[in-house]
């Protein structure tokens, strides 16, 4: 079922998307050659507390972290490990979720680590490119399938992959609510977008070929060949007159550029 939204409950995801832009700014600027996944978590977990809220992803169907961390060909849902230390030439998407006052933030960003290859930075590009194209058709009387055709029609026409295995989402009071929102499909196809929906758009897009793995840790999601993914997530109000985006990469690329 679709739950609708009170311009009241939309500023409190606001809230809770904005703590989450914040929280993965504060990611971003540890973010280089040395450190550890897990250290990157810690800081997060820290951060999100301090302002009142819950890390929404630690235990959530019994994920065990506070980020889910995914590097060069991990594409979602990695999970942090003192173990993983990032590489200068790393690509790193970090996703993260915020608990506070009754309702969800989600939203992801993917990093460079120090200097990347051209082609790894293309594709962080295109990809982040293609969730703007998405985004744009996320008003109200469009459907489902328009976001979807947007996604996937940017990040094909540049030679990339797109995952059919994982998909965006409604968000709202659970991380994840009705309707699915695939990075592929029809336009004119699937559920109406209606005022005050709130959803999750996040292109997963592959430097080759979109198959993946699903590894036996129960959560981490690889390129089947095995060349870099990149990921990012914005948290969208539907409105009549045009996309209300409750994230703010601004204040990460402000960040991250300091």
């Not at 993946?212 to 914005?234: I, L, S």
Request: charged share 30%; with cysteine; glycine share 10%.
């Amino acid at each position: 079922m679709i739950y609708l939204k009170t311009d009241e409950e939309i500023e409190l995801m606001r809230e809770n998307n904005v703590l989450v832009s914040e929280t993965l700014a504060e990611v971003g600027r540890h973010i280089r050659p040395g450190v550890t996944t897990k250290r990157l978590d810690e800081i997060a977990e820290d951060f999100i507390r301090s302002h009142g809220a819950v890390p929404a992803f630690l235990g959530y169907q019994g994920f065990p972290a506070s980020l889910c961390i995914s590097v060069n060909e991990e594409v979602v849902h990695g999970i942090p490990s003192s173990r993983r230390v990032l590489e200068e030439g790393d690509i790193v998407s970090v996703d993260c979720g915020t608990f506070l006052k009754g309702f969800v933030g989600d939203s992801a960003y993917t990093f460079a680590v120090g200097e990347v290859a051209p082609e790894a930075r293309r594709l962080m590009e295109v990809t982040k490119e293609a969730l703007y194209k998405g985004t744009a058709q996320a008003r109200a009387g469009n459907r489902v399938g328009d976001v979807s055709a947007a996604v996937q029609e940017h990040a094909e026409r540049h030679g990339y992959g797109v995952v059919r295995e994982l998909e965006g989402h409604g968000c709202g009071r659970k991380m994840h609510e009705d309707p699915g929102v695939p990075n592929y499909g029809a336009r004119g196809r699937g559920p109406l977008l209606k005022e005050g929906m709130v959803i999750c758009i996040e292109p997963m897009i592959t430097m080759g070929n979109k198959a993946v793995d699903f590894e036996r840790d129960g959560w981490t999601v690889r390129t089947r060949d095995r060349k870099p993914a990149a990921h990012y997530e914005f948290a969208v109000a539907i409105r009549k007159n045009g996309p209300d985006v409750l994230t703010d990469f601004s204040m990460i690329e402000k960040a991250i550029n300091e």
